[in-house]
């Protein structure tokens, strides 16, 4: 692929108005299920002006996509991009690793993270400059540990009252909804009423349901009591529900992929509004207390854990509900630690309990008693847990109401390599989807299910994210071993119309936007 600069005319019959960009001569898949078809994109500004056969248009810059897959930019609807995007270093806010996939646009604020102070966050991080487009949504956990605080318990009246009002101002503020990590304390001591009650917020005002559910396992109501809690509360708060990274996750759940799936498929002839995303990869990415240690056992925080590991008669009982744990995680060789700059860095669980000459749950704890710089978190317990099969895995993917997401995170290679090794791999190899299966659930499916506004498709009037990658060379780099590898194969790529990369490498240039929600009725 050839990027040129400077005035050009395209061949064609009767001559159209002057352009700013020509993306002329790829295979272009335009985001719908409509056949590929040979043409060229015209942009003007931030905006795509014309799609179609070559017409003959003088443009400022054409890019030759000859041989090459033009596509919209893939959105990812669920990212943990914040050590890039909110980081100093301008360079690191380009958000590489998202970008090299060809991802335009991302999903922020999920699992329940996300701030409830949306309208602040999003002028600060747009004033900072990013290098693809974001959109937020409310936290749940971020809520909840705003009133409540890190405690198992329930809400009082006026505590409930509180965060309803803050999802409630989250969404007036442009919230795509209201996310959820339940399997995550201090979200994990949520019931469900209050979990509901928090989602009417969002529901009444437009928002989805998106969540990491309860359990993707055996840890506490079971992979398929809480596919049915996710279903209730779509149900009774009235909101479309999002699956994040659905899964069967561990030895005592795998194979359970039909059943979840016709769950899921009996509440969408219900009426019910039922999505998901998944990542194509075995291996989730979590942490080492996240995965091993009992809920209960983190009641109030960090600091409340070490003291219970700190006596003898709570320690034993912690590290009975890890080794089970452990063992629904498919045993210490299963875990990958992978926090950068670590002694264990790159090393299994096993393989430190060896090196260290202590058992693996043994290992585990002292890893994790070593603190961040605030104290107030463990500070290097990323790990690649190696928990799901292929079986489930392309069932999943082959569900049309199934998009693709990285769930990116520090340490895991799925932060930059989900899109290029869906291709590789479930594409190319395997043959479990097509190329036009995987472009459509990588663009305007997704942008549907979020209800992204003139994103997601290469039409006239629609925003210029434009995306062109060989499809002879468009791949992963990184591994489990080299997870900060950027991906290969994406020669040009434009966000709302500037070219942030070029000839395959970053431009500089940081062109994203903060993509809000209208404000809705009620506000």
Not at 76 to 97: E, F, G, K, M
Not at 275 to 294: I, K
Request: proline share 6%; glycine share 10%.
């Amino acid at each position: 692929m050839r990027v040129f600069l400077g005035a050009a005319l395209i061949a064609g019959s009767a001559a159209a108005a002057p352009v700013d960009v020509i993306v002329r001569g790829g295979t272009i898949y335009n985001g719908s299920n409509d056949a590929p078809a040979v043409g060229d994109v015209e942009i003007v500004g931030d905006r795509i002006v014309y799609v179609g056969p070559a017409r003959g248009t003088v443009a400022a810059r054409v890019i030759d996509a000859a041989g090459s897959i033009v596509a919209p930019g893939f959105i990812d609807p669920h990212t943990h991009p914040d050590s890039y995007i909110r980081s100093v270093d301008a360079t690191a806010r380009q958000n590489l690793p998202w970008l090299a996939q060809g991802v335009s646009t991302v999903i922020i604020g999920v699992d329940g993270y996300g701030t409830p102070d949306v309208a602040a966050d999003a002028a600060k991080l747009q004033a900072s400059g990013v290098g693809t487009n974001f959109a937020p949504f409310v936290g749940f956990g971020a809520v909840r540990g705003r009133v409540i605080g890190q405690d198992d318990r329930p809400p009082t009246p006026a505590e409930l009252a509180q965060e309803k009002a803050l999802v409630a101002k989250a969404m007036c503020e442009g919230a795509y909804g209201l996310s959820t990590g339940l399997f995550y304390a201090p979200q994990s001591f949520a019931a469900t009423d209050e979990v509901i009650a928090v989602a009417r917020e969002a529901g009444s005002r437009g928002g989805m349901y998106d969540t990491h559910q309860r359990d993707e396992s055996s840890y506490s109501i079971g992979l398929m009591g809480s596919v049915r809690e996710v279903i209730r509360i779509g149900r009774e708060a009235r909101m479309p529900v999002h699956f994040a990274h659905l899964k069967a996750l561990g030895v005592d759940v795998h194979g359970q992929a039909p059943a979840l799936i016709a769950e899921i498929e009996a509440a969408r002839r219900a009426g019910i509004d039922v999505t998901a995303d998944q990542y194509p990869w075995n291996a989730s990415g979590s942490s080492l207390d996240a995965s091993l240690v009992p809920r209960w056992a983190v009641d109030g925080g960090y600091k409340a854990l070490i003291a219970r590991l700190d006596a003898r008669a709570t320690l034993v009982k912690i590290k009975i509900e890890m080794s089970e744990n452990l063992r629904r995680r498919g045993g210490a060789d299963s875990l990958l630690l992978t926090s950068a700059e670590q002694e264990w860095t790159g090393r299994t669980l096993a393989g430190m309990a060896k090196a260290w000459k202590l058992a693996p749950i043994d290992a585990a704890i002292r890893i994790i008693r070593v603190p961040s710089a605030d104290g107030k978190n463990a500070a290097g317990t990323g790990v690649a847990s190696f928990n799901m099969t292929d079986r489930d895995i392309d069932l999943i993917m082959r569900q049309p109401w199934v998009v693709t997401s990285s769930d990116g995170s520090d340490g895991h290679p799925r932060q930059y390599a989900t899109f290029p090794r869906l291709y590789a791999e479930y594409v190319r190899k395997r043959k479990v989807i097509d190329m036009a299966a995987m472009i459509r659930r990588s663009t305007g499916a997704t942008a549907d299910m979020y209800r992204l506004v003139e994103r997601g498709y290469l039409r006239p009037g629609y925003f210029a994210d434009v995306m062109v990658s060989d499809p002879q060379r468009y791949a992963p780099r990184a591994d489990y071993v080299h997870p900060r590898e950027p991906a290969a194969g994406v020669d040009a790529l434009l966000v709302n119309g500037v070219l942030a990369l070029k000839n395959g490498a970053a431009t500089g240039a940081r062109p994203g936007r903060a993509l809000l929600r209208a404000t809705p009725p009620g506000c």
